[in-house]
């Protein structure tokens, strides 16, 4: 099978890409700017361009029994960056799919276009209320790819909520800390609930979503079988370290402070940080989605719940030296 993927160089994608050479029959396409970094010596094709360059698109979509559109972007001053990366380019992506016959779209969005949960994990018929400029462009991409699909396109939206696993790197920063001892927590620890999933179980969800065949536009969470308080996943990162972990308080007016300290800071040297004004209001909320859905009509069954994740991910980051 001819598979395109964009955003394949990075976390998930590049966890996808080796998902899908475990097949010899696969021929795997992967848009790249430059750097293949995860993906050398393993045998993809890189198509060499980005989500505006229409000719490299059209060469990497040609003939495509799907593409699996995972390129975004996630972190941005503004949100115009936001939208002309996903939600242009992924227009850009869904024209020329359709231009080019491909049957099968799957495209990676996020919880966060649905917006924080409250009273119950959210599920695909709630509302979408995003409360950052990511999630905005993502809520937006995703009424884009409702206008734009055509009678007879089968195009599948997954959203998972944080995504952990190995390579990962922006959750580095926190096992960087809990492994001197502390974990820094935001309020109590004991009331606001996530939803977390393992790198491996998203790349389940993307090749289900694939046998989807089905025409319409269907969306789905994608996510592990429970939902964490901080205080549970406190527990299963110092039982994977195998260290005892003092807790770091942090009230959320402080992690705004923080978020607000942060962005200001960056802007002064040209540069965006991770902890940002959006990222600290989103670290206050409570993120929790249900998987219903996802598991009674593709069969999704997540694999690893957040202790063995845990364990598999800091396994990996020692191993390779991250840790």
Known sequence: MKVFITGATGFIGSHLADALLEDPKNEVRCLVRSDLKWLREKGVIPVKGDLHD????????????????????????????????????????????????????????????????????????????????????????????????????????LRPPAVYGPREENILSFFKIASRGICPIVGSGATNRISMVHVADVVQGLLLAWDQTEPGVHTYFVSGPEVYTWNEIKDATARALNKRLITLPLPPKVVSLVGAFSETAGSLVGTYPIMNRDKAREMTLQWTCSIDKIKRELGFKPEYDIREGLAHTITWYRRHRWL
């Open 54 to 157: 229409l000719p490299a698109l059209q060469k990497g979509l040609e003939g495509a029994d799907v593409v699996f559109h995972l390129a975004a972007h996630v972190k941005a001053p503004k949100p115009e960056i936001f939208y002309r990366t996903n939600v242009e380019a992924t227009e850009n992506i869904i024209r020329m799919a359709q231009k080019a016959g491909v049957p099968k779209m799957v495209v990676l969005s996020s919880l966060a276009a649905a917006g924080p949960s409250f009273q119950h994990p959210v599920s695909e018929s709630d509302p979408m209320l995003p409360v950052s400029m990511y999630g905005q462009s993502k809520k937006e991409m995703e009424e884009m790819i409702h206008r734009v699909a055509a009678p007879g396109d089968s195009i599948t939206i």
